[in-house]
């Protein structure tokens, strides 16, 4: 994505929200049921940079592919985990540091990591 500024990717973010609540809604879900489990604003903006990150480091397939081997039970999932811990921690670290608006955010995210 072009260089947005931060207020444009909450803007962004909360109408793709918004879209997902009404189609829940019209689903027949009661927002009460879902509301709690859904991103927040600034969680869709980390996560819309994380992956503008990752697709300018050229490492987007190579993520998707180790985040499906972590989740297997080859011998070497452990080692797929832990590589993508990491990855995550400098990804969302530098995010951190260019967006200081979203630390807190961040720092959230960071501490699901491990999940």
């Known amino acids: 994505m072009a260089a947005m500024d931060l ?13 997902l609540i009404e189609h829940r809604c019209r689903a027949g879900e009661d927002p009460y049921d879902f509301i709690h489990d859904l991103p927040t604003v600034d969680e869709l903006v980390v996560f819309e940079l ?11 397939a ?7 081997a ?7 999932a452990a080692m797929h985990r832990q590589n993508i ?22 720092w959230t995210l960071l501490g699901t990591v491990a999940d």
């Open 7 to 19: 207020a444009a990717l909450r803007r962004y973010a909360r109408y793709e929200l918004d879209v």
């Open 50 to 60: 994380r992956a503008d990150a990752l697709d300018a480091r050229g490492m987007t």
């Open 62 to 68: 190579q993520y998707a592919m180790a985040k499906h």
């Open 70 to 76: 972590a989740r297997s039970a080859l011998p070497d």
């Open 85 to 106: 811990a990491k990855l995550e921690y400098d990804l969302l670290r530098d995010i951190a540091l260019e967006h200081p608006e979203l630390t807190r955010t961040v």
